[in-house]
């Protein structure tokens, strides 16, 4: 780090094709602008004031068939880069089935990251080489964006909104992590490092870190300290659904909807209840916009979550 790269490295799958996109297109750009460029001078020294050159009509196929040729094939071929470009990044868009999930917060003007044991730190970034990541991005205040150049990647984290990005690191070595978002006055000390290391190196880093309580026992506590178990658990006086078994699957509204419990339906329920009312339950539900902070819901989150891969009745429920 600190010696200014001219080569970026390509550490990443994504990387080798975006750089091949970015070539092709200053490629057939560049041999364009000199078709065009050439064409100029040519005809600027051809048809210069005086020049005996033919000045007639031009044959019927030029104006028809030549300029409906090259509009079409000029057309087509950018449409075909657009294309490849646009397949990556809907691939780019589904979520991995079977990734390590790590969660990153930004926040002015750091980035905040927590690993699926627990483990914290702060503007850096340990990850396995060779395996894919399902980067969960949430931002606590305004939008940032998580950049990492040798990957050839880039994510808005936009507040209120749960973004992903799967990361498939092909190289150890580390590289710079940016904030590629304005986001205030110290928007450009916003920069880390992404750590790739060997699969049993990573293993080591993450047991070397301070025992962190993993993120769904981290929502479970605030499940109990928050007041969401008085109402969702036990013998409450309240009648509010039981969360075990939740997640993941169809939830019927009592505005005769139905909606799929994936992460952005349980934020919502707990950022904005009266949304989403589950059929059959009166709308009572405080909103906890502004008491919980991102890490917090993206904890609660991880504990609804927990619930619903687990089997109903092996919960820590009923107290
Ligand atoms: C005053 C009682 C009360 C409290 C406190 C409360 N809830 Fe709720 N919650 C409800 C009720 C009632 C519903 C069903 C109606 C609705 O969807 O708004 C609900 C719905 C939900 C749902 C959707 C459940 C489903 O079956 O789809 C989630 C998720 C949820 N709450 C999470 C939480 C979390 C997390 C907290 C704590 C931060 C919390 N609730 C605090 C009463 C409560
Ligand atoms: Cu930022």
Sequence with gaps: MGEIEIILPQASVEAGSTDGKLLGLII????????????????????????????????????????????????????????????????????????TEVHA??????????????????NELHLPVGETIDLVLNSQDVIHSFYIPAFRLKQDVVPGHTTRMRIRPTRTGTYRLFCAEYCGSEHSAMIGRVVVLSKEAYADW??????????STEGRQLFVSRGCAGCHEGSSKVRAPRLEGVFGGPVPLADGRTVTADDAYIRDSI????????????????????????????ALTAYIRSLGRRDATATGGTP
């Design 105 to 122: 917060v930004g926040k002015q003007w750091m980035w905040k990251i927590e690993h699926p044991g627990g483990q914290r730190e702060i």
């Design 206 to 215: 993450l047991s070397i870190q301070p025992e962190g309580d993993d993120l």
């Design 28 to 99: 057939i750009s560049s041999l364009i602008t000199l078709l065009v460029a050439g064409l100029v001078g040519i005809f600027a020294i051809r048809y210069r004031k005086g020049s005996k050159a033919s000045r007639g009509r031009l044959p019927a196929w030029f104006d028809s068939d030549l300029e409906l040729g090259w509009t079409l094939a000029t057309g087509g071929l950018f449409v075909a880069i657009f294309a490849w470009a646009a397949s990556q990044d809907f691939a780019l868009a589904v979520p991995p089935q079977r990734a």
């Design 271 to 298: 950022l904005q209840p009266k949304k989403d009312v589950v059929a059959g339950f009166a709308p009572i539900m405080p909103s906890f916009a502004g008491a919980l902070d991102e890490g917090e819901l993206v």
